[in-house]
């Protein structure tokens, strides 16, 4: 960017025959160039220009005139280069004065105290001036040459003085810049390393629950093997009970029969101290109560197979999710019991494909945390689900808490929790959001504080091609 040298002077003085000496020495040729000017204009357009760049003097004839020419010349970004100004003016500011206030305006500006020789203390000037890298003396009387080398020297010295202060702006801008882009670059390099620890753990937490659900269903093997013989057995004695009562009947019949009453009397004590008639009452209802008990580990064992399925392949398949609500519920039983009654407002629903451990670690997740916003008063968790156009959808709605406005948006965010250490962890909704977003569903929520909440899941009935 090469901007023409600044040649503007400013001269204050207020005797006038001195601005005719300097016109004289600074713009010797102004008048002729001036015509020539036009006429070159005239002959060659108006770009034409005289070789030699001469200087341009305006004329102040007192100090606050020249503060005034100069505040014009600065909002007319043509600010001047040099100032020659006079050290005695009777009227209104002296020289020091003038140049205080110049400088206080435009600190760039290259300054010429003229002065006779008795006019002031030179060390008492430059005390106050502060400023001996942009002031020069001229003592009275001039030699031309003398103000000519000043003017061009000093000029110089302005515009090289504001070339190297816009280079500097420059690189000031380039470090600013420079410095912004490192910035921005740890930035980055600092969510990529939050995005990779969550991963981890998000890794970590999939494990966990790759691993306990193994471990569950090999459990579960295990347990279906003796609770397959106890009920067998169970029914089994059932049977072979009513033969023994059919007995007993038998010999009761029979004793009339008997025709030793000591017997008799032997048999009555017996019967009473065995307390017959409780028994044949009482152990139909122990093999019942144990039949019921033991189906019922049975259920808890098929529920925990279903909800632990293991997909090592991640396989997509056709589920029937109502019955992973059921069996998952099942499993949190005991979360809920004493703080909920739990309504299932269901309706038909078809397969769904879908991956079913996930989804039911989903719901699983989505009615843990309604059990744990209900307190300390009993309150409700109604379950329903049904079918529009080609989506299911479940909602898991509870009568708990609540969930704050300002805490709405961060609920799905991993590790955002507003429950005590040990109790959350933070990764439920994130990982349920994941797993629904896999299945190409939405999840969403509605919520009032001290009213309760409900999630809301969608999910597509088939993938057209299930996310990777
Ligand atoms: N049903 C709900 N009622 C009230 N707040 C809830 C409910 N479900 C989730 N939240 C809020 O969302 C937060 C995040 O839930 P979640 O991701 O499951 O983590 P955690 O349960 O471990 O805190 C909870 O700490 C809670 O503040
Ligand atoms: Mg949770």
Known sequence: ???????????????????????????????????????????????????????ELDSAYGGQEGLSKLLQAMEEQRPYALAFVDMRMPQGWDGAETIEHLWKEDPRLQVVVCTAYSDHSWDELLERLQARDRLLILKKPFDNIEVQQMANTLTSKWDMTQRASVQLDQLGHLVERRTQQYRQASVDLQQEIDERKLLESQLVQSEKLASLGQLAAGVAHEINNPIGFISSNLGALDGYFKQLQEMLDA??????????????????????????????????????????????????????????????????????????????????????????????????????????????????????????????????????????????????????????????????????????????????????????????????????????????????????????
């Open 251 to 468: 010999y009761l019949d029979a004793e009339e029969a008997i025709g030793s009453s000591e017997l008799i009397a032997r048999l009555k004590a017996l019967r009473e101290r065995i307390e017959l008639d409780f028994l044949r009452d009482d152990i139909p209802q122990l093999i019942k109560e144990s039949k019921d008990g033991i189906a019922r580990v049975g259920q808890i064992v098929k529920d925990l197979k279903d909800f632990s399925r293991v997909d090592p392949t991640q396989e997509w398949q056709w589920a029937n999710l109502q019955h992973g609500i059921d069996s998952t519920l099942n499993i949190v039983a005991n979360e809920i019991k004493y703080k909920a009654d739990v309504v299932k407002l269901y309706q038909p629903l078809p397969d769904v494909e879908c991956l079913p451990s996930q989804i039911n670690q989903v719901v699983m997740n989505l009615i843990v945390n309604a059990a744990q916003a209900i307190g300390p008063e009993r309150g409700t968790i109604t379950l329903s689900n049904g079918l529009e156009g080609e989506k299911v959808w479940i909602e898991v709605a509870d009568t708990g808490s609540g969930i704050e406005p300002h805490s709405l948006q961060k609920i799905f965010d991993p590790f955002f929790t507003t429950k005590p250490v040990g109790q959350g962890t933070g990764l439920g909704l994130s990982l349920s959001y994941g797993i629904v977003k896999k299945h190409r569903g939405e999840i969403s929520v509605r919520s009032e504080v001290g009213v309760g909440t409900t999630f809301r899941i969608e999910l597509p009935l088939r993938q057209s091609k299930p996310a990777a």
């Open 1 to 55: 960017m090469s901007t023409p040298p600044n040649r503007r002077i400013l001269l204050i003085d207020d005797t006038p025959s001195i601005h005719e000496d300097f016109r004289k020495i600074l713009t010797p040729e102004a008048q002729h160039t001036a015509e020539l000017d036009d006429m070159e204009a005239a002959l060659f357009g108006s770009e034409a220009k005289p070789a030699a760049t001469l200087f």
